[in-house]
């Protein structure tokens, strides 16, 4: 859940009214979001530097109030004005304007861009007014949307200019490093593109945008008709063309990787700053000329329409309203709503309001301009009784067996790296169901786990210096990939125990199985298959030859059992004999 800061001071005038921090509290409640924290600046220095006392600091109380994920228009200071001025009904629901001027602004994007950044989103905000407040909220709200829709900027990037000092049509292009020269923001003398990449290597804020580009054969770049560069998105603007306080127009230009997120982003944008435009809440419109000729009209800031049922939505909620205050509670969520007939209201969506999605989205704004709160309890007319939900409660028992039988429970994670499921256990990762993270933080996090014996040995190797024997287990869901499944994959509750010592003791290993099974009422039976469980020879490259079984019950495999081999323990960083037993319980509900 992201956080904004706020100075209380410049909330309390754009609010028209001064609270106490309880009233404020109670007021951020009513509207779905949360006082986090009142501090200072200097506190919040103070916080994160160790230290005492900070000079240069302002003493202003600022609130740190915690915005819901998907509340995109609340994440500054004029969204957040806008958006409780309007739930205390102290102004209308504004209406937000995309105006095509006869002079447009052109921006027109090059083939080569789709080898990098494929989508082109822009806009205007003409004659706008900027204090140093304002400037500031402008530039956190870019960072704050780079750093939650953006992704880090690998989705969105933002670029905002001023207009005045450049000349369009503007070009969005993709070139070579070494083609591309100009002076970055803030910096006195010009930098190529290799030279930028080697100039923010370790940049506090920059260096983790590097690598979104940087081994690219070109690198995306926006200049003007007289080759003036803009950007180097998602990396750095131009100092040329940055924003001050007394800039009048803003060019503001926006790649990406997911066009959605780019119009969310932008829209956004524009929308809570178009505030300080002469003409207030209208957006200039840019034409963007993609590289198959189509043109189209920037940003969109398209309204669309929702009917829904009165009577659904309050049932949903458990209130009793009639149609009439129902639209007067979605109007104050910014959700402009108008009485059809005795049941049916048409809800407008904003521009603004982009995390609503479906009709649910609307009903949980009429619980919040109702207030949670007022909504009575009652008993449901339903009676049900709760309980554990079997797979969980048959985990807990086999936790406890497992507990007495003197074993230690580890929790190992759920994500680890291709070594750790494929080479390192003797397998070939594409022979395995294995699913693959597509932007993976870490080299330890690649994969879904598709077992959970590496887990337990990485946990064995952390601990060595612990006194023999170690014996572990772990009862938790293994991903497989799955293509008949919903989602294309599927969880799978196992129990693994490992034996490390000495000696590798295998019967003590199968004498683990037995009591499992045991407790599940499973009968031993060593020629029927479909009556009890046994053992059947199976050879696996993760197993010493000769040493290994897989776990019949009833007549399907439900997991294997053996020693280890001395190439998988070496492969681990393991000296001394390891017997392993892994099961999928699910099947004994």
């Known amino acids: 859940m992201p956080t904004v800061g706020v100075k209380r001071d410049l909330l309390f005038n754009a609010l028209g009214n001064t609270y106490t921090d309880d009233e404020f509290q109670k007021l951020c409640f009513q509207f779905g979001l949360e006082l986090d924290e009142v501090t200072t600046e200097q506190q919040m220095i103070a916080k994160e530097q160790g230290v005492e006392q900070t000079q240069g600091a302002s003493d202003e109380i600022l609130y740190k109030i915690d915005i819901p994920a998907n509340r995109y228009d609340l994440l500054c200071l004029e969204g957040l004005v806008t958006g409780l001025s309007v739930f205390l009904e102290k102004i209308p629901v504004p209406c937000y304007k995309a105006v095509k001027p006869k002079n447009v602004q052109r921006i027109t994007m090059k083939k080569a861009c789709l080898q990098v950044r494929g989508h082109l989103v822009a806009a205007v905000l003409r004659n706008v007014t900027i204090t140093q407040s304002a400037y500031d909220s402008f530039i956190d709200l870019q960072d704050k949307l780079h750093q939650n829709i953006g992704r880090k900027r690998s989705l969105v990037s933002i670029g905002t200019h001023d ?17 591309i020269k100009f002076k970055p923001l803030n910096q006195d003398k010009e930098y190529t593109g290799q030279e930028i990449m080697d100039l923010y290597a370790h940049h506090a804020q920059l260096k983790q945008y590097l690598p979104i580009i940087k081994d690219s054969p070109v690198y995306p770049i926006i200049y003007d008709q007289n080759g003036v560069v803009l950007s180097l998105p998602p990396i750095i603007n131009s100092d040329h063309s940055k924003i001050t306080l007394k800039t009048k127009n803003i060019f503001i230009e926006c790649t990406a990787t997911d066009l959605t997120k780019a119009k969310i982003a932008v829209d956004t944008l524009v929308c809570a700053f178009s505030e300080y435009c002469s003409s207030k809440h209208e957006v200039e419109v840019v034409e963007v000329v993609y590289p198959n000729g189509t043109v189209s009209d920037s940003p969109d800031l398209k309204y669309r329409t929702e009917k829904i049922s009165s009577k659904r939505a309050t049932n949903y909620v458990g209130i009793h309203q009639s149609s009439e205050d129902v639209a007067r509670l979605l109007s104050k969520m910014s959700l402009k709503t108008e009485v059809l007939n005795n049941d049916d209201l048409q809800v407008q969506i904003p521009p603004t309001r982009h995390d609503v999605i479906h009709a649910c989205d609307i009903y949980e704004d009429v619980a919040i301009g109702y207030g949670y709160n007022n909504i009575k309890k009652t008993v449901p007319h339903t009676p049900s009784i709760g309980k554990e939900f079997p797979l969980n409660k048959l985990t807990d028992q086999l936790r406890e067996a497992m507990a007495n039988a003197g074993f230690t429970e580890a929790l190992t994670f759920s994500l680890c790296s291709r070594e750790d499921v494929a080479d390192k256990l003797g397998h070939d990762i594409k022979k395995l169901p294995v699913v693959h993270i597509s932007n993976p933080k870490t080299l330890e996090f690649q994969v879904g786990r598709t077992t959970l014996l590496s887990g337990l040995l990485k946990t064995i190797v952390a601990n060595r210096k612990m006194p023999l024997p170690m014996k572990l287990f772990e009862i938790s869901d ?37 009591r499992i099974m045991h407790i599940l009422e499973v009968p031993w039976h060593s020629n029927k298959d479909d009556e009890g469980y046994h053992l059947r020879p199976l050879e696996d490259p993760t ?22 081999h001395p190439d998988v323990l070496n492969k681990f960083g393991l000296t001394i004999p390891c017997t392993s037993l892994e099961i999928n319980i699910e099947p004994f509900l």
Do not use: Q, S, W
């Open 543 to 564: 197993f010493f030859p000769h040493r290994c079984a897989e776990v019949v019950a009833y007549g399907k495999i439900i997991g294997k059992i053996g020693t280890l």
């Open 163 to 179: 207009l005045d000092t450049i000349k369009g049509p503007f070009i969005y292009d993709a070139k070579p490093p070494h083609d």
């Open 478 to 514: 293994v991903i497989l990939k799955d293509p008949k499944a919903e989602v294309g994959a599927r969880n799978e509750r196992r129990l693994c125990v490992v034996y490390y010592n000495k000696m590798a003791r295998f019967e003590l290993v199968h004498g683990v199985l037995d």
